[in-house]
């Protein structure tokens, strides 16, 4: 993997969503709709991969995987629909889509049908680690995506994924961690956890819930031979994270910058049949 390349590719797709700008483009558009626990992000890409526009909100409509509020998921995706496609001036008619491994039945399809109901045909649904694989070229290891509400894993092999889980914790816990700890309301303890100022004082009281996504990892891997974990996802921010996981589980940990945006470029990089 070319950590400096990915790097850089998520980079310039961070900007386009910060600065509300699209990049020149030729030929179809590939789009992917990542809804997670604690964001919804629409990107979209070119033929050649390379990001053209993208959207985020922040959202709390679904919950490990499980859509809680229907309605208010098909309209967050239509007003970033609406968002790109006038920056674009084109309209998105297709998109790819993700779930956390192991989701199955009516809970994929569920968060399928959003994207449908927000007038695109879902043409792909792939795993959230496996998406976030693609974009950063991993074949072998562990990527391990952790989101608001679960830690999903897949394990790579020879670029085959050969292994997904996904378990229940993610920066939901850190965030119920925190609002215990400083008596404070959940919505209040989201705030401080995203607090840049405050972050290594945060790390200190939550590490507890890192080490304890630490531990699911590592018994996860343990019957495959991974010589190095790839760590995405929102609530993986912290300056400290890789570290915990590398000292919990003595496998070498690579996490990219702009953790959150990796899935959602994956997402798209999926959008084939």
Not at 57 to 76: N, Q, T
Not at 236 to 248: L, T
Request: charged share 20%.
């Amino acid at each position: 993997m070319d950590l400096i390349r990915a790097n850089e590719y998520v980079e310039s797709f961070a900007k386009l969503i910060e600065g509300q700008q699209v990049n020149g483009y030729k030929g179809n558009l590939k789009v992917g709709v990542d809804l997670g626990t604690a964001n919804i992000v629409l990107s979209v890409l070119d033929e050649m991969d390379q990001p053209v526009a993208g959207a985020l909100y922040p959202a709390s409509v679904v919950k490990d995987g499980l859509v809680v509020d229907y309605v208010g998921a098909v309209r967050i995706v239509r007003n970033l629909k609406q968002q790109v496609e006038s920056l674009l001036g084109v309209r998105l008619t297709h998109a790819a889509t993700a779930v956390p491994p192991g989701t199955i039945g009516g809970n994929a399809k569920a968060i399928a049908n959003v994207v449908e109901s927000s007038d695109m045909e879902v043409i792909n649904v792939v795993d959230e680690p496996t998406a976030a694989a693609a974009v950063l070229g991993v074949t072998d290891g562990a990527v391990v995506d952790v989101g608001g509400g679960t830690t999903g894993i897949s394990i790579l092999k020879n670029g085959e994924v050969i292994y997904t889980a996904d378990e229940p914790t993610g920066g939901t816990h850190m965030s119920l961690v925190v609002a215990g700890n400083y008596k404070v309301s959940f919505e209040e303890a989201e705030k401080l956890k995203k607090d840049p100022n405050r972050q290594k004082e945060i790390f200190v009281v939550i590490k507890p819930v890192v080490e304890k996504m630490a531990s699911i990892v590592k018994r996860h891997i343990a019957s495959f031979d991974v010589n190095k974990i790839y760590v995405v996802g929102g609530a993986c921010c912290f300056e400290e994270f890789e570290n915990v996981f590398f000292k919990e589980i003595g496998v070498p940990t690579v996490k990219p910058e702009r953790p959150l945006l990796v899935t959602p470029l994956g997402i798209a990089l999926n959008c084939k049949k």
